[in-house]
């Protein structure tokens, strides 16, 4: 059974940081690609950062120069490094995993995964 387990979030103050992991289990070969997403009260789930079938990475322009995606192979783990934190990137943050291949910017669209995490809360105070 495929399963991917966030971990890592939590209240943070504006200007803080905090990273995001995903155990993926269950898995018979490793993903193509695996992708933060985030969706906020009353808005549509998006796509935060993004590595995709060719191991190249992507991200919302929303999250350029603050955010870091990595993945840890080895361990089934993909991370997400949160740096200079705004009110604005409060949200449920979802990860994802796909075996569709996607590439470049596909690798943050929600239409191209097919396996998701519960999701974890991240709140940032002004």
């Known amino acids: 059974q495929v399963q991917l387990v966030e971990s890592g979030g939590g209240s943070v103050q504006a200007g803080g940081s905090l990273r995001l992991s995903c155990v993926a289990s269950?898995?018979?070969?490793?993903?193509?690609?695996m992708a933060w997403f985030r969706q906020a009260p009353g808005k549509e789930r998006e796509g935060v950062a993004g590595?995709?079938?060719?191991?190249?990475?992507v991200y919302a322009d929303s999250v350029k120069g603050r955010f870091t995606i990595s993945k840890d192979i080895a361990r089934n783990t993909l991370y997400l490094q949160m740096n200079s934190l705004k009110p604005d990137d409060t949200s449920m943050y979802y990860c994802?995993?796909?075996?569709?291949?996607?590439?470049?910017?596909?690798?943050?669209?929600?239409?191209?995964?097919?396996?998701w995490g519960q999701g974890i809360q991240v709140t940032v105070s002004a």
């Open positions: 994802a995993a796909t075996d569709l291949r996607p590439r470049g910017a596909a690798a943050i669209m929600e239409v191209n995964y097919n396996y």
């Open positions: 269950g898995f018979k070969r490793n993903p193509d690609a």
């Open positions: 590595i995709d079938s060719w191991r190249d990475t």
